[in-house]
């Protein structure tokens, strides 16, 4: 089953530009996180935005949710090649009891 | 170091074998969970465990077993009758179940000889 969707599924940008992913999915949550993951690396936490809140920052990201559109994106403000990896959105389903990762967008960042 | 520990990094099944997959955490952590990743795909959950000597199944658990007989553990055996099961697998645990945030081992690479 699959709960959230990543949009774009590639993306490659400029060192310096800013890379928006977005996220969607179907059912009702209490929370959304957003995790990278380095190629052939496990995964890592990156932020949790809960579904009272609209808006989120950490560094250079940041997070918005819009639990009417069921959507969520996440901006990386002055990417660095550092930030090449694939993201990930993870919802959670207030019926059920587990975590559902989408299919994530693979960053390229060129030099 | 606190964290996760996913052995071996590399692991190599023969036909009609079963293999199982370490996952040791030190984060004192209840929850514990057992993804698969194929390439280029997100992570599809096996088995998951939120205290022990309990476990429930996944999406995808035909195929695969795991035992929670102590917290800090939680291994995942492939056996003979998952068909497919070159993968990246990743070990994750949570403090207070599902809902929030996972920390994840290194992963464990199965091929298929």
């Known amino acids: 089953s699959q709960q959230g969707e990543e949009d774009p599924q590639a993306l490659s940008i400029q060192e310096g530009e800013n890379a928006t992913m977005n996220c969607s999915y179907k059912t009702s949550i209490n929370n959304l996180q957003w995790y990278r993951q380095n190629s052939g690396r496990g995964l890592v936490h990156l932020i949790l935005?809960?579904?009272?809140?609209r808006e989120k920052h950490s560094g250079r990201l940041r997070v918005t949710l819009d639990t009417s559109k069921k959507s969520s994106s996440l901006l990386i403000t002055a990417s660095r090649a550092a930030d090449t990896a694939s993201y990930f959105c993870a919802t959670d389903d207030s019926s059920a009891s587990k975590i559902i990762f989408g299919s994530g967008t693979r960053l390229s960042i060129r030099p | 170091d606190g964290g996760i520990t996913q052995s071996p990094k590399y692991l190599f099944r023969k036909e009609g074998q079963n293999v199982t997959l370490s996952c040791e955490q030190n984060l004192n952590h209840d929850a514990m969970y057992w993804y698969r990743q194929d390439p280029g795909q997100g992570l599809r959950l096996i088995y998951y465990?939120?205290?022990?000597?309990?476990?429930q199944k996944g999406d995808i658990a035909e195929g695969y077993s795991v035992s929670r007989e102590k917290k800090e553990s939680f291994p995942l055996t492939v056996t003979s009758a998952q068909k497919n099961p070159t993968a990246f697998y990743l070990c994750?645990?949570?403090?207070?179940?599902?809902?929030?945030?996972?920390?994840f081992g290194a992963g464990t690479r199965l091929s298929v000889l």
């Open positions: 935005i809960r579904s009272n809140e």
């Open positions: 465990s939120q205290i022990v000597n309990d476990f």
């Open positions: 994750a645990s949570s403090a207070q179940g599902v809902s929030n945030i996972q920390y």
